[in-house]
């Protein structure tokens, strides 16, 4: 009977939501906002019918929306586009976070609600919703104008610190307090994972998914997609992250293959199918009659939520330097809130810290601020131009002379380019630390698998230590020699930058030969007390680590070139995942 049930179920999921997003679709209404209507006539709070027997296992079934949903936000992610809208993005998606979550944070004490409910309120108001916001620009015909440009570059920097805030919010609701050192150690976490996720998973995924096209096998294809998105996702768990994590950075990562235009197009209508059931189950969870219980915080939060973030966003943006109409435009393009919102409050609920009705209310903000996207975009230049018409010249005068000021700074020719290698030479020096520090972390949960092998060999404590970080550092010597390499490169940069001495005398030779060295040998000293630190419990007692640093050692300069060699074609083949010539369109 469960299977009858089932099925019945699904049929009145996909016939009501059909009928209700097709009506939605003449009224040039969201079609999300019909899946959640769609919800709510079917759901366990209207009365009419009991249109739904097990609520249960939609609800499992939307689990797989989110994977979808955020695997296709994953798809439409590119670190050259971001890296194009640069620390603009940065800036605007941080600074209108930290105010949204500081005003949700205050309305939420001010309706005398806990202070968990308050803070989970703010890190939902926080976050615009990608999917609508791109789909209304998309329908407006305006996706590809300048200010949308940046709207997207602040809504990837936005899902990225989503996805952070929702692991710093796991952590706050299980401790009950917020500790320095536990955000910094989460913070420090996420970012190795992404750094290091996003290297091994662009040196390896994209080359998988091309070879598997070759294939000319859809089904192939697409099976071997959806078992590289699923396995990335059950990792990311194990790691005690959420799997919308998984499925955005396997999302990311897929998205530098060259078939991704046959990923979109067969992903496509099975994120079609399972998106519809995830917003769906969110209208199943909501009460209408809580527009009436909760009129009042319903309304204040809506108008917090939209002049809130159009404030946040335009005042950030215009401080980068944007001008007034760009920072405007994407001020009115941020308002709606959508599926971060929904997966944080989900989050409160599945860990039991927030109240029942924080949902419903987050509900019907969203619903209203998805039904208001697409007229608040088109409401920006009416509503720029009646302001240029009430505001004082002397005002206008002295942010246009912001905007200029502030792009006085900017390099040009010869400082661009220098300061471009340097940021690329720290960025790829960063790189290599997150990726030595992998391996010995990896190494410290090896150590357990060597303890259960009972290798004769490897009987003493001291032994494996010495066999398993011995093992790691040889796997960090081509990491730990381009670091050095690269630091050198660094040294030659900032003396010609600080024009120190030229080579007229051995004194001052030997000067500029001191300071070629110091750097990178101090860069390589900091990294191998950070391996100490990280690998303290796998540590070999002094006199083994002598002596595997010594035979390290004299592999490493035995096997210089070789070590160089495997670098190089390593970061080739990195840079080759992320080329732009593969006909992909990142939207």
């Avoid at 609508?132 to 940046?150: S, T």
Wanted: glycine fraction near 8%; charge should be neutral; charged fraction near 15%.
């Amino acid at each position: 009977m469960h299977a009858t049930d089932f099925i019945h179920d699904l049929a009145v999921i996909m016939l009501i939501a059909g009928i209700v997003t097709v009506s939605f679709h003449y009224l040039k209404q969201p079609v999300v906002l019909g899946y959640i209507v769609a919800g709510v006539i079917i759901g366990p709070h209207t009365p009419l019918f009991q249109l739904i027997h097990d609520q249960h296992t939609i609800q499992i079934l939307s689990e797989l929306g989110v994977v979808f949903l955020m695997f296709s936000l994953g798809l439409e992610f590119s670190l050259r586009k971001l890296s194009k809208v640069g620390a603009t993005a940065f800036v605007v998606a941080l600074g209108k976070i930290v105010i949204m979550v500081w005003l949700g944070y205050q309305i939420g004490l001010q309706l005398a609600w806990g202070a968990m409910d308050a803070l989970f309120l703010g890190a939902i108001l926080s976050i615009s919703s990608t999917t609508i916001i791109v789909k209304a620009l998309d329908e407006l015909g305006m996706k590809q104008e300048r200010f949308a440009h940046l709207i997207f570059g602040i809504l990837i920097v936005e899902d990225i610190l989503a996805i952070g805030m929702i692991a710093l919010l796991t952590g706050i609701a299980m401790n009950g307090t917020v500790d320095a050192g536990d955000v910094l150690a989460t913070v420090g976490k996420l970012s190795l994972f992404m750094i290091v996720s996003l290297v091994l998973g662009l040196l390896m995924v994209p080359r998988i998914i091309d070879y598997v096209a070759r294939f000319k096998s859809n089904e192939m294809f697409l099976i071997s997609v959806l078992g590289l998105c699923f396995a990335f996702c059950l990792i990311v768990l194990k790691l005690d992250y959420s799997v919308a994590l998984g499925a955005f950075m396997i999302g990311a990562i897929m998205a530098e293959a060259r078939s991704l235009h046959l990923i979109e197009r067969l992903i496509e209508p099975v994120r079609d199918m399972f998106c519809a059931i995830f917003f769906v189950a969110i209208g199943l969870q909501f009460n209408p009659m809580a527009l009436i219980d909760y009129a009042l915080p319903i309304t204040v939060i809506t108008l917090v939520v939209v002049f809130g973030k159009i404030f946040s966003a335009a005042l950030a943006t215009l401080l980068t330097g944007q001008g007034g109409r760009t920072s405007m435009r994407v001020g009115m393009g941020l308002a709606p809130i959508g599926e971060f919102s929904f997966i944080i409050a989900a989050l409160g609920l599945s860990l039991k810290v927030t109240s029942a009705f924080l949902y419903p209310i987050v509900v019907a903000v969203a619903a209203i601020t998805i039904l208001l996207a697409p007229y608040l975009i088109k409401a920006s230049d009416p509503l720029l131009a009646a302001m240029d018409k009430v505001l004082p010249e002397k005002v206008v005068n002295k942010s246009l002379a912001y905007t200029k000021w502030l792009r006085s700074f900017q390099f040009e020719g010869d400082k661009a380019m220098m300061a471009m290698i340097f940021s690329n030479i720290i960025l790829q020096v960063l790189v290599n630390c997150c990726l030595v520090a992998t391996v010995f972390i990896a190494g410290a949960y090896f150590v357990g698998v060597v303890e259960k092998m009972h290798w004769v060999a490897l009987k003493q404590e001291h032994l494996q230590r010495s066999f398993v970080w011995g093992g790691a550092l040889l796997i960090s010597v081509p990491f730990l020699i381009a670091t050095y390499r690269k630091m050198q490169a660094l040294s030659m940069m900032l003396q010609e930058v600080f024009h120190l001495p030229d080579l007229n005398n051995p004194m001052r030779i030997a000067f500029r030969r001191f300071l070629f060295e110091l750097i990178p040998l101090v860069t390589i000293g900091w990294i191998l007390l950070l391996i100490t630190i990280i690998s303290g419990r796998i540590l070999p007692p002094p006199e083994w680590l002598l002596g595997v640093l010594v035979l390290v050692t004299a592999i490493a300069i035995s096997f210089w070139g070789f070590w160089v060699r495997l670098h190089s074609r390593l970061q080739i083949a990195l840079f080759e995942a992320m080329a732009e010539d593969k006909g992909a369109s990142h939207s």
